[in-house]
């Protein structure tokens, strides 16, 4: 019983219950400079700005494609019809590529989707394109050489296969 009384033991008891009273909280662990998760840099998008975004993108309907493209006066490829609506709707930069944009903002589940927020595409391990979510299983889009930004349904057959990841920057 005596040992149990030293002031150095004593310390090191009421140090271990603390620590392990810690482990039994809600607190997230701190992140890491190498977390594997994203770190937002910028708040998260109000629903006005999200609904803004989805907007903006449907009034660029018809642009015409063109690879590089990243203004309505040039054309647009996916990623950069993506970048200038972002851009010029709340002023944050995405990255320029379908690779970053699949990293960009925060994971989210198909059932969560809003207006405003990423689709991303690839049935292998490179994503190979994306678009904006612009709501009722919609999104704008665009799709290739030739062709113009358009909207397309997210079930219909052939994006159904697609392999989509979902993103809320």
């Known amino acids: 019983m005596r040992a149990l009384l030293r002031p150095g033991l004593a310390a090191a008891c009421t140090a271990a219950l603390l620590v392990l009273a810690g482990c039994g909280t809600s607190r997230p662990p701190p992140s890491s400079p190498n977390a594997s998760g994203p770190i937002r840099t910028t708040p998260p998008l109000t629903a006005e700005q999200a609904h803004d975004i989805a907007i ?3 009034g660029l309907v018809g642009t015409p494609y063109r690879y590089g493209g990243n203004t309505p006066d040039s054309g647009f490829d996916c990623s950069g019809l993506i970048g200038y609506v ?23 589940d198909g059932s969560e989707l809003r207006a405003g927020d990423l689709v991303v595409f690839g049935t292998g391990r490179q994503p190979s394109h994306a678009g904006i979510y612009v709501g009722e299983g919609r999104f704008v889009h665009a799709p290739s ?16 296969r697609q392999n989509a990841a979902f993103r809320r920057p």
Do not use: C, E, K
Request: glycine share 10%; aromatic share 10%.
């Open 56 to 58: 903006h993108a449907l």
């Open 86 to 108: 972002y851009r010029n709707q709340v002023g944050t930069p995405p990255p320029r590529t379908v690779a970053q944009l699949n990293t960009w903002g925060f994971p989210i």
């Open 145 to 160: 050489t030739g062709g113009t930004v358009r909207v397309d349904h997210l079930q219909s057959r052939h994006w159904a």
